[in-house]
């Protein structure tokens, strides 16, 4: 598919940046520089958008997750894209799972104890970001170039999105959003591949 083609190179260079940030950042309990520089301007929020910030870091929730994961399913299932259905539970899942290992090896905190980096919740919202602008690639037949960059668009999106209510809710420090964006830029351009491999080599393909 044309938007899968051309994540090649952006989760290359998605896993460079995260190899880079989690070196950088492991056992810190601080925020870094640059993180000092932008939370001043992000969290300085009043309501609605106080409000917005809640609602957006609730979809990576459990129940917002499991209420989100069900109707991009269903969405897929409706659209007859099973594979599209199974990335998105898989996609999502894995880039989690990542996020989790990640924290443990990591291990940046804040808030205490709370282990910080890649933040998993940034990295859960745009993994389904990618996964509905791989949906609209192939739906709309865009050419590498175009689905190329529909997809990063959608994924930047979510990513600062999310990322940004994040920071607000003092959950995360800016850098661990970066590292949760980046995550989803590696995990699930290798899951579609590795599903595509799958489904390509079922026995019922082969007759």
């Known amino acids: 598919m044309a938007g899968r083609s051309a994540l090649g190179a952006i989760a290359s260079l998605a896993a460079l940046a995260l190899l880079v940030l989690g070196v950088r950042y492991a056992g810190h309990t ?18 609605p958008w106080g409000y917005a910030a809640e609602a957006i870091d609730f979809l990576g ?9 069900v109707a991009l399913v269903t969405v897929c299932l409706l659209l007859r894209r099973p594979r599209a259905a199974v990335l998105v539970v898989a ?3 894995l880039t989690v799972a990542t996020t989790k290992l990640l924290k443990s090896l990591v291990g940046r905190t804040i808030n205490g104890d709370n282990l910080s980096f890649p933040s998993g919740h940034t990295a859960y919202l745009t993994a389904l970001a990618l996964v509905l602008a ?30 940004w209510a994040q920071v607000v809710t003092g959950a995360h420090y800016p850098t661990d959003t970066v590292g949760g964006w980046c995550t989803a830029l590696v995990v699930v351009p290798a899951t579609a591949w590795l599903i595509d491999r799958i489904a390509d080599d079922a026995p019922w393909r082969r007759r």
């Open 30 to 47: 601080r925020p870094a520089r640059v993180d000092v520089w932008i939370q001043p301007v992000l969290v300085d929020v009043r309501p």
């Open 61 to 69: 929730e459990p129940t917002g997750a499991v209420l989100s994961i």
């Open 91 to 93: 996609g999502s899942g």
């Open 134 to 163: 791989l949906l609209a690639t192939d739906r709309l037949r865009l050419g590498r170039t175009a689905g190329g960059v529909l997809v990063l668009a959608a994924a930047s999106v979510a990513g600062a999105a999310m990322g």
